[in-house]
């Protein structure tokens, strides 16, 4: 039989739970326990899932257990099943779910669902491959509403069913907290913890889950970026004062309950670089340190400031989806840089609400993943009517910035695939400059250049932080702690210094030099079409497989201004979406040896056109033209990451 270690927790255990439902005058709230099985460590959480009854061959072994025996919940559905359809559940149990293990099968509870009767049928102890067999077996009947979903889980002694969560180390340190859900809709953190110099993530056998249409996303493993109010977390935004002087939120954020009512687990808030400003390892982070990025050598910048989402969804197999947000890049630069679909979506989107703000004129909220049929699942739940799939597309590309020559393995690539993208829609393809275009056509009552009038609209946007975060934090927490300041990281600092030095009505003249810029794209660039939504396709590069070292020494923090193609979508509302297409190799001066990075490319469309972009690229999935991407060393190949 598969060795084991939880006896010494059972006995606690039970205690725990019939401490629970005893009322005492002092607060008592149980937690949970983690064992470890087969060298795998778990979480078991408090709540009992349902109760069996204890035979006596399985009260015998939870005898010899200690008071509690891994189980394993396979579903019958009629007395004809056998030890052939076993071993089929059992491997397919095995293939396709990373918390079970054999081990569960210390003990088996065959449920027989759609059948009724008075006497068990009889089912032997069956024999799985390699002679290896299972425990005791208990049988039992179910009803629609009293059965338990197939999987692993813990009996005890008095039958009490609990699920198995698996533990993970979160090695590239992409969570600040992690988390388990309570049955009245809030989060405490979780109470766990496994080696690997870091925080544990727990996450639930993906056999109790089946999706629906109510719940798209059920069992879909998220992770949130911790700008987001989630119920009963504490926020961050990246500031350790923040996190240790506000209280937990009371609410969570429409984005992210939205997620959570279609099924999806939320399984920790992820690290942000501070305020969501831009920042640079080493050289910025100072409260917090940024999160690892798996690909090459492992000592790449993740980018921001969905740093945390982006490194775990780069690095985890267990991690399915996460949350970041977008205002100047903050989804879309991760995702390119670690091999991750990533979407800036049309502007207004969704509403923000127990979020923190950085521009209200600009922020957007938008997915980091590895599956592109995930990707488009959450965002139909998040976007609702705002996105609905749609199969016809325009005949006209626009590259930006685009290589017209081989002359190296990303451009390679990046040539390659705007060939395969021209034939698969059997388009023809055109260069966009769009300074050129702005000064043979640009609005008559503008005689400013593209890149004058647009300079500084960015940073005087970003700088409405001063008087929706930065004010009311330094006013509160000043007058708590006898006249002191928090501590800021340098960028925000100086961001928000800066902006403070301009008058309230900058912020008009950027509001109304970002309509103008919005305006103009609208009219002349992604025109709206009533066949295939935008009249054409934008490209660009997102990323050839450049490497940007995190440690290395840099310049103190400047204001980001200027313009830039990736800015486009941020002045002018229209989607951007990141795609990966491949990887480019390099000579890492970390290893001395030939490493990989990602080549990702960007797609603009005009505003409202999402769902065609989805529709896009389910379509090119479907013809190969683009592919799932791994967690791991490398986004095509996947392996362990270096460290």
């Known amino acids: 039989m598969a060795s084991y270690c939880y006896q010494s927790v059972a006995a606690s255990l039970l205690l725990l739970s019939q401490i629970a439902s005893t009322s005492l005058a002092w607060s008592f709230t149980p937690t949970g326990q983690t064992v470890e099985l087969d060298g795998l460590s778990y979480y078991i959480p408090p709540d009992v899932v349902s109760t069996i009854s204890v035979s006596e061959s399985l009260r015998k072994a939870l005898d010899h257990a200690g008071g509690l025996l891994p189980l394993t919940v396979v579903n019958a559905g009629s007395f004809g099943y056998g030890e052939k359809d076993f071993s089929q559940d059992i491997a397919s149990y095995i293939s396709s779910d990373d918390v079970f293990s054999k081990g569960f099968l210390e003990a088996v509870y065959v449920q027989y669902s759609g059948v009724s009767g008075h006497k068990y049928p009889s089912f032997s102890t069956p024999k799985l491959s390699g002679n290896s067999s299972v425990g005791v077996v208990s049988t039992g009947f179910a009803s629609n509403i009293s059965s338990i979903p197939v999987g692993p889980y813990f009996v005890t002694s008095t039958g009490a069913v609990y699920e198995a969560w698996r533990l993970f180390s979160d090695v ?48 879909v493993r998220l992770g949130i970026k911790d700008i987001y109010d989630i119920a009963g977390l504490r926020t961050s935004n990246g500031n350790r004062a923040w996190y240790h002087f506000y209280p937990p939120a009371n609410k969570t954020a429409l984005t992210v309950q939205r997620l959570i009512d279609a099924g999806a687990v939320i399984v920790g808030k992820m690290k942000t670089s ?32 969905s740093s945390g989402p982006g490194a775990g969804a780069a690095s985890y197999d267990w991690l399915d989806l996460t949350l970041g947000s977008d ?31 950085m521009a209200p004129q600009l922020d957007t909220a938008g997915f980091l993943t590895r599956h592109p049929d995930i990707w488009i699942a959450a965002s139909k739940v998040l976007y609702r009517d705002n996105v609905t799939l749609s199969h016809n597309y325009p005949s006209k590309i626009q590259t930006i910035g685009w290589p017209t020559t081989n002359s190296s393995e990303a451009n390679g690539l990046l040539l390659s695939f705007l060939d395969k993208l021209t034939t698969f829609l059997n388009a023809t393809t055109t260069s966009l400059n769009l300074t050129e275009q ?84 609208e009219s002349n660039i992604f025109t709206a079409d009533n066949q295939t939504c935008s009249d054409s396709l934008g490209i660009y590069v997102g990323n050839s497989g450049t490497t940007n070292y995190r440690n290395a020494y840099r310049s103190p923090p400047g204001i980001p201004t200027g313009f830039s193609t990736s800015r486009i979508s941020i002045f002018s509302g229209v989607p951007d979406f990141v795609l990966p297409i491949g990887q480019a190799a390099y000579v890492s001066n970390i290893t001395q040896r030939t490493e990989y990075l990602p080549v990702s490319v960007d797609i603009l469309a005009a505003k409202g056109c999402d769902g065609m972009i989805f529709g896009l690229v389910q379509d090119l999935v479907n013809a190969g033209v683009i592919n799932a991407t791994k967690a791991g060393y490398s986004g095509v190949t996947g392996e362990k990451i270096l460290f």
């Not at 305020?275 to 980018?303: C, I, K, L, M």
């Not at 390119?336 to 990533?342: D, H, N, R």
């Not at 007058?479 to 030095?501: D, E, H, I, K, Y």
């Open 327 to 357: 205002t100047g890049g903050s989804i879309r630069n991760p995702s390119q840089v670690q091999g991750l679909f990533g979407n800036r979506p049309t502007w207004g989107m969704v509403p923000l609400e127990g979020v923190m703000p």
């Open 274 to 305: 501070q305020f969501a400003n831009g920042e640079v390892a080493t050289a910025d982070w100072v409260d917090y340190h940024e999160p690892f990025n798996p690909r090459g050598d492992g000592y790449q910048d993740t980018s921001s400031s």
């Open 172 to 219: 590239q340190g992409a969570f600040l907290e992690t988390t388990i859900a309570s049955k009245n809709g809030t989060f405490s953190v979780l109470p766990a913890n496994v080696e690997g110099q870091s925080l544990a993530i727990a996450v639930p056998s993906r056999l109790y889950f089946t999706k629906t249409d109510e719940k798209p996303l059920a069992g």
């Open 438 to 521: 702005w000064m043979e056509a640009h609005p008559t009552n503008v005689t400013s250049s593209l890149t004058d009038l647009m300079n500084l609209t960015y940073p005087i946007l970003i700088g409405q932080q001063t008087s929706s975060v930065r004010d009311p934090f330094y006013a509160e927490y000043s007058a708590a702690n006898s006249g002191r300041l928090p501590f800021v990281n340098p960028v925000p600092l100086a961001r928000w210094s800066w902006a403070a030095s301009f008058p309230p009505s900058t912020i008009v003249d950027a509001i109304a030099n970002k309509t103008t810029f919005g305006n103009w794209i």
